[in-house]
C-alpha cells in the first residue's frame, strides 16, 4: 500500500525523548516551554500554550472569551467535527457558514449574512494549505467589532497569509499537531494569542484553574488539558524537520501537477496569491472522484476524501442549525480526492500514483 499521509520519524525523535527519559521530568517542564518558544518563533505570536489537543485549545479559546450557553459561533461547513464540537461544548450554538469555492475556507459574504445579535465569535478554519480570507475577515470584524475571531489554524503550521503566519490574525488561534499533520506530536495542540489576558485566561483553563502548577489553590474553573514531556519532545524533533517538510510537499504537489497537467478533468486546487501556503494534502478535483478513489485503491494506493460536511454529519442530525442547504460544501465535498502526500513518498512511488492516474482516465476515455 502506498499510504496518504504518514509522519516523518526517525532517530532525531529518539534522541529527544531520551532527554526525557534521563530527566525524569514526562509531565510539563523545559521540553515544554521549548516547544512552546520554538512555536512562538515560528509564529510570531507574543504567546504559545501548549495543549493536550487542538479541540482543548478551541474550548479553551472560546471560555476565555466568556462565551456559553445563548451565543452564536459561526464556524464553516467543510471543517473536522472538533470545530463545531468545542462549541457545543462550551454550551454554544454553532451556526454553519457555506464555503468559498475557492478556498474551501470560509465564505465571508456569507458569514456577514449570517450575523445576529447572539453572534460572539466566528471561527475561520484554514484547510489543505490554503488560509481564509483573513483581510476581509479583518474588516468584518472592524464593521462589528463585538464579535471575536478564533483561527482554526489545526493544518495551519507554516501558512502565511500576508506574510503572516495562520493563527495569529484573530484574538486567539490554535494548532494542531495531530498525527497526521504537517508535523505531529502525536496528539497535541497549542493556543496563539498576543493577548496577555487572554493568555493567562486560556493558561488557567488547561490547568485546573490555577496560574502555576504545584499549588493545591484554584482561583478558578479549570480543567485537565496539560501537554507533557513526550510530546514536547517529538515536537521539537519535528519543528527541526519543518523547513525540510515544507520543501518536499510543494514538490510532491508541483510534480503531481505538471505529471497531469493534460488531464482536464483532473483539476489542482486553487491557491490564493496572497498565501504562503504549505500542502499538507496535495488535493485535485475531479468529477469521477468515486470511481477513481475505487480504481486507485485496487491498485494498492490509499487516497483520502475532505472532511464530510458539518451538515450531513449523523451526529448533528437533531440539531437546527444542521438543517440547511450549503450548495458549494456540498458540491465539493463530492469532487475532492487527496492524494498520497508524505514527506518520505518516493519519487517511484510517485510514478505509481501518476501512472495509475493516467491509466484511468485512458481507461475512461
Given at each position: ?8 520519524i526517525?532517530?532525531?525523535e529518539?534522541?529527544?525523548?531520551n532527554r526525557?527519559i ?9 521540553l ?21 489537543n ?8 472560546l ?9 452564536e ?20 450554538t ?10 474551501f475556507?470560509?465564505?465571508i459574504?456569507?458569514?456577514e449574512?449570517?450575523i445576529?445579535?447572539r ?7 484554514h ?6 480570507d ?5 474588516n468584518?470584524r472592524?464593521?462589528?467589532?463585538h ?12 501558512v ?10 484573530g484574538d ?17 495542540g497549542?493556543i ?19 496560574d502555576q ?11 485537565n488539558f496539560?501537554?507533557?514531556e ?5 515536537g ?5 524537520k ?18 497531469l497537467?493534460?488531464i482536464?478533468d ?7 496569491e ?17 470511481q477513481?478513489?475505487?480504481f ?13 460536511p458539518l ?11 444542521s438543517?440547511?442547504?450549503f ?19 518516493s519519487?517511484?512511488d510517485?510514478?505509481?500514483v501518476?501512472q495509475?492516474?493516467?491509466?484511468f482516465y485512458?481507461?475512461?476515455?
Amino acid at each position: 500500500m502506498i499510504t496518504q499521509i504518514e509522519p516523518w520519524i526517525d532517530d532525531e525523535e529518539r534522541k529527544q525523548l531520551n532527554r526525557v527519559i534521563e530527566s525524569t521530568f514526562v509531565v510539563e517542564h523545559a521540553l515544554t516551554k521549548e516547544f512552546e518558544d520554538l512555536t512562538r518563533e515560528l509564529t510570531g505570536a507574543k504567546h504559545a500554550i501548549a495543549t493536550c489537543n487542538g479541540t482543548a485549545a478551541l474550548f479553551c479559546c472560546l471560555k476565555a472569551l466568556g462565551i456559553g450557553p445563548g451565543d452564536e459561533v459561526i464556524v464553516p461547513d467543510l471543517t473536522f467535527v472538533a470545530t463545531a464540537n468545542a462549541v457545543l461544548l462550551a454550551q454554544a450554538t454553532p451556526v454553519l457558514c457555506d464555503i468559498d469555492r475557492q478556498t474551501f475556507c470560509l465564505d465571508i459574504e456569507k458569514t456577514e449574512q449570517l450575523i445576529t445579535p447572539r453572534t460572539k465569535a466566528i471561527i475561520p478554519v484554514h484547510l489543505y494549505g490554503q488560509c481564509a480570507d483573513m483581510e476581509a475577515l479583518q474588516n468584518l470584524r472592524e464593521r462589528h467589532n463585538h464579535i471575536s475571531i478564533i483561527e482554526d489554524a489545526a493544518q495551519g503550521v507554516g501558512v502565511k497569509f500576508l506574510n503572516k503566519h495562520a493563527g495569529t490574525f484573530g484574538d486567539l488561534g490554535i494548532l494542531s499537531y495531530y498525527g497526521n499533520k504537517t508535523i505531529t506530536c502525536g496528539e497535541g495542540g497549542v493556543i496563539l494569542t498576543d493577548n496577555d489576558e487572554l493568555a493567562k485566561a486560556c493558561y488557567r483553563l488547561k490547568n485546573h484553574g490555577r496560574d502555576q502548577k504545584g499549588t493545591f489553590i484554584h482561583e478558578h474553573i479549570g480543567y485537565n488539558f496539560s501537554f507533557t514531556e513526550m510530546q514536547a519532545a517529538i515536537g521539537i524533533a519535528q519543528m527541526h524537520k519543518l523547513d525540510r517538510i515544507i520543501e518536499k510537499k510543494a514538490l510532491i504537489r508541483e510534480r503531481y501537477i505538471s505529471d497531469l497537467a493534460d488531464i482536464e478533468d483532473f483539476r489542482p486546487t486553487f491557491v490564493d496569491e496572497r498565501v504562503s501556503p504549505v500542502f499538507w494534502f496535495t488535493t485535485f478535483l475531479t468529477d469521477k472522484r468515486n470511481q477513481l478513489q475505487e480504481f486507485l485503491k485496487e491498485r494498492g494506493i490509499q487516497t483520502r476524501l475532505f472532511f464530510y460536511p458539518l451538515h450531513e454529519q449523523p451526529c448533528y442530525k437533531g440539531f437546527s442549525f444542521s438543517k440547511k442547504e450549503f450548495p458549494v460544501t456540498s458540491e465539493v465535498y463530492t469532487q475532492a480526492l487527496s492524494l498520497p502526500s508524505a514527506y518520505n513518498l518516493s519519487e517511484t512511488d510517485q510514478n505509481t500514483v501518476i501512472q495509475a492516474i493516467r491509466d484511468f482516465y485512458a481507461h475512461c476515455s
